[in-house]
């Protein structure tokens, strides 16, 4: 008997019903109903595939927030869905074979900041394991909202990798380029700059076991 | 009854040993010890009445236990594995972990002390809405600071990526002027901060 319970209690548990009813219960009173049976369908489908829910729910907050029309608020929703899934194929892609919802989520942000598919690919691949892919398309995502072209973005981020910078340090990237934007600098000469001393043996620069070797 | 010397009460309580008595009582107190002794080795015998009497409620007890007997009693138990009903719950309980495991937020890094700040000297009342109070309008006002037209508001934001905007008057968004952006998918911009 007591099995039988154990056994009711966690399929219910594992339904995607009780997902389904926890995102209309985020959304109820805020964005349409038609817009509420939109995110139920499209949050299903996201779990179903190991995609993040919570930006899809998010992003029709946000549209209820600011009295956004619904047609308006489920066009966006459903772009952030596809957002999603071009950036779960792109972490794929760059040999994380299950990225994480959290990294998937930040891939989808440095996409609709200005990286394509291929730089978080790119992004994905320099961090390796040693890096968290959350942290490196968080970084090159903000500095894409900044205006930094997506070449420089990379080659930024994919320096301070190589230089072994720890991730306080690339999250400090944004502000720094920042710093160098208010004295009047693009933000391209600026995120190539700061590449390049990410880059030199005197501040901090590669690790010896990656420095190209010297030729005689 | 033999009724005995103060002292040779005390003697038998305890609180004084045979050496403390006086000699004159000595005698008496070597008597009562002795009497004393031989109370302590009788062997007590129950009337076969009480006997009767005890066992009559233990048999009773015996035959209706009580629930809360039922319950704490030892007893042997056998337990019957049938994997045609496990098989359900532990596929559940697999499905369960996968999603929890998928769906399950990183571990919460310290909080990041944030302060917003806008210039809006026109504005009644400016507030700071995003992914973080869940675009709430009216969740987290700016006040004005010292300096005139400025407004301000320090927050404990978890680390992460946030997006937001400034809600001026209730109605107007207005993207933060220093910090990043991005399109918000509505026509406007969002902020954007990564602690």
């Given at each position: 008997m007591t099995i039988r319970l154990l056994a009711l209690c966690l399929a219910c548990a594992a339904t995607p019903l009780g997902a389904q009813q926890g995102v209309a219960a985020r959304l109820e009173g805020r964005v349409p109903p038609e817009v509420v049976a939109l995110v139920q369908q499209l949050a299903a489908d996201a779990a179903a595939r190991g995609l993040p829910v919570d930006p899809l729910v998010q992003k029709a907050i946000e549209g209820g927030a600011k009295g956004v029309p619904a047609d308006r608020v489920a066009a966006a929703v459903r772009g952030v869905a596809a957002q999603l899934d071009a950036a779960a194929t792109a972490l794929r892609q760059g040999g994380l074979t299950s990225p994480d919802t959290g990294a998937i989520a930040t891939g989808a942000f440095a996409l609709n900041a200005g990286l394509g598919g291929k730089e978080i690919s790119e992004l994905a691949r320099a961090g390796g394991?040693?890096?968290?892919a959350a942290v490196t398309l968080r970084v090159a995502g903000t500095l894409a909202a900044l205006g930094v072209p997506a070449a420089e973005t990379v080659a930024l981020v994919s320096a301070a990798i190589r230089a072994g910078q720890p991730p306080a340090e690339l999250l400090a990237l944004p502000a720094r380029v920042q710093a160098e934007m208010a004295r009047g600098v693009a933000p391209a000469q600026a995120a190539a700059g700061l590449a390049r001393a990410a880059a030199s043996p005197s501040h901090g620069g590669p690790p010896p076991s990656r420095r190209p070797p010297k030729r005689p | 009854m033999t009724d005995f010397h103060p002292h040779v009460k005390r003697l038998i309580d305890g609180?004084?040993?045979?050496?403390?008595?006086p000699p004159e009582l000595r005698a008496e107190g070597e008597e009562a010890l002795r009497l004393l002794a031989a109370v302590d080795r009788r062997p007590v015998v129950l009337s076969a009445a009480v006997d009767a009497r005890v066992m009559a409620i233990v048999r009773r007890r015996a035959a209706v236990p009580s629930l809360w007997r039922r319950l704490v009693q030892p007893r042997d138990v056998r337990l019957r594995l049938r994997p045609w009903i496990l098989a359900p719950a532990l596929a559940a309980a697999a499905a369960l972990i996968l999603l929890l495991g998928r769906t399950a937020p990183q571990p919460a890094a310290a909080p990041v002390t944030v302060r917003f700040v806008l210039f809006a000297p026109q504005a009644q009342q400016v507030a700071v809405a995003g992914t973080f109070n869940q675009w709430?309008?009216?969740?987290t006002p700016l006040v004005r600071t010292r300096t005139p037209g400025m407004w301000a508001a320090t927050l404990q934001l978890p680390a992460g990526q946030h997006q937001y905007a400034f809600v001026v008057d209730g109605a107007r968004w207005v993207p933060d002027p220093s910090a990043p952006a991005v399109d918000d998918g509505f026509g406007r911009r969002n902020s954007v901060m990564a602690l």
């Open positions: 394991s040693a890096y968290s | 609180e004084l040993a045979l050496a403390d008595l709430d309008a009216a969740a």
